[in-house]
């Protein structure tokens, strides 16, 4: 005897189907993607100031890597250091207080001006963050420029 489902395999596949779309938009809904902003080097600025503090975990919102707050003239700017600036054995060092240097481009990321940092001085080193274009540079191909020992060779 040959037993018939009647379209019941079909009916569960729609189901399961309608089931996972709607749990999918229930996530993109909670969820937002932020992409990363335009590297406009033709508006590249310099900005000096004193590190606030060090955000190693960013809050939603934010581009995703580090960010460090600096204290520049009467505000607090958010530097996006990206994912690799902290990691690795050229990992960048910063503590409260500390005096920097940043050249980079100033953004908006959903409404929030954020610095992409495309060099960093503390002190006498210099740290390459972004190219030239502002692509985040990973740390084994960082460079660190001593600019004191360049200051002596001369």
């Known amino acids: 005897m040959k037993r018939s489902h009647g379209g019941g395999g079909a009916l569960l596949i729609s189901a399961l189907l309608l ?25 590249e ?12 975990t960013p809050d939603p919102g934010m581009l995703a890597g580090a960010h460090v707050m600096v204290s520049a003239s009467s505000s607090t700017i958010d530097a996006h250091l990206g994912d690799y600036a902290l990691k690795g054995p050229k990992a960048l060092t910063l503590g409260p207080g500390q005096e920097v240097k940043l ?4 953004t908006s990321v959903l409404g929030h001006p954020v610095f992409l940092v495309r060099t960093i001085q503390t002190g006498s080193l210099v740290y390459a963050i972004r190219s030239a274009r502002g692509f985040l540079i990973r740390t084994g191909h960082a460079w660190i420029e001593d600019r004191t020992s360049a200051a002596k060779e001369k």
């Open 19 to 43: 089931i996972m779309t709607h749990a999918q938009a229930q996530t993109a809904a909670g969820m937002r993607t932020i992409r990363a902003p335009r590297y406009d080097a033709a508006r």
């Open 45 to 56: 600025t310099t900005i000096t100031g004193s590190v606030v503090s060090l955000v190693a």
């Open 103 to 106: 050249v980079g481009v100033m």
